[in-house]
């Protein structure tokens, strides 16, 4: 079974179009979060959830909305979709315990292209 | 500002030699983790190590061991034996304000480790 699990693995699309990823962790995670890594490799955290709270948004256009259904679930929507979105969306997962290290469980990731 | 530096960002080993990959970091928390991990062509991140602000010992994880010397706020990955499956893209990160409600883990720019035969 996948751990944490994201779909679709690849998009592509035109500028202005509106498209989703979902994301499920079947990890009994309580955190989880959206991560985006650019041409250059970096990886820049977007937002986390707690318990289907949003935790953290780091400056992330309007245009960017992640829902979390429960716990297990975090998706992203992105509205009127621009050149520079074109990316790879990571969904991640962690645990808040005092005894764990709080590492994060990735998803293999989803290529958006934007054309 | 930069919080996690990794000065290479391409760096040769050969097979079955150690190498040592840089990172240094900057937080005001007192309590943080460190992380390293793995990205290879394929894509996925895999996760390697790990060290807490607190450990007295430095982290080992079978090959791989991590050089953690808090007063100048580095923590070096070592990769003993090299091998070809080690060529890949290595990230550094922190996990700030740990058990608390901001916490969030950030990422170095990583360093694309090649293993020569």
């Known amino acids: 079974d996948t751990a944490v699990s994201q779909t679709p693995k690849y998009l592509v699309t035109q500028m202005g179009n509106d498209k989703s990823i979902k994301c499920e962790q079947n990890?009994?995670?309580?955190?989880m979060y959206w991560y985006k890594q650019d041409s250059k490799k970096f990886l820049k955290i977007m937002f986390s959830?707690?318990?289907?709270?949003?935790?953290i948004n780091e400056t992330v256009p309007n245009r960017f909305s992640p829902k979390s259904p429960d716990k297990a679930h975090l998706n992203l929507h992105i509205n009127s979709l621009e050149l520079g979105d074109s990316a790879v969306y990571f969904c991640?997962?962690?645990?808040?315990?005092?005894?764990?290290?709080?590492?994060?469980?990735f998803g293999e990731g989803s290529r958006l292209t934007v054309l | 500002a930069q919080k996690i530096t990794q000065t290479q960002p391409g760096m040769f080993v050969q097979e079955k030699e150690a190498v040592t990959l840089d990172c240094t970091y900057d937080?005001?928390?007192?309590?943080?983790?460190l992380f390293w991990y793995k990205q290879p062509s394929s894509g996925e991140m895999i996760f390697l190590i790990y060290?807490?602000?607190?450990?007295?010992q430095n982290a080992t994880e079978g090959r791989y061991s991590l050089n953690f010397q808090k007063a100048r706020k580095s923590a070096n990955l070592v990769i003993s034996a090299s091998q070809l499956g080690d060529s890949a893209m290595y990230f550094c990160?922190?996990?700030?304000?740990?058990?608390?409600?901001?916490?969030?883990?950030?990422f170095g720019p990583g360093t694309s480790l090649s293993v020569i035969p």
């Open positions: 937080t005001s928390d007192p309590s943080y983790g």
């Open positions: 959830y707690n318990n289907k709270e949003l935790i």
């Open positions: 060290q807490g602000s607190y450990d007295q």
């Open positions: 991640a997962s962690s645990l808040k315990r005092v005894s764990n290290t709080g590492e994060l469980f």
């Open positions: 990160a922190m996990r700030e304000g740990w058990k608390t409600s901001y916490d969030k883990v950030i």
């Open positions: 990890l009994g995670h309580d955190t």
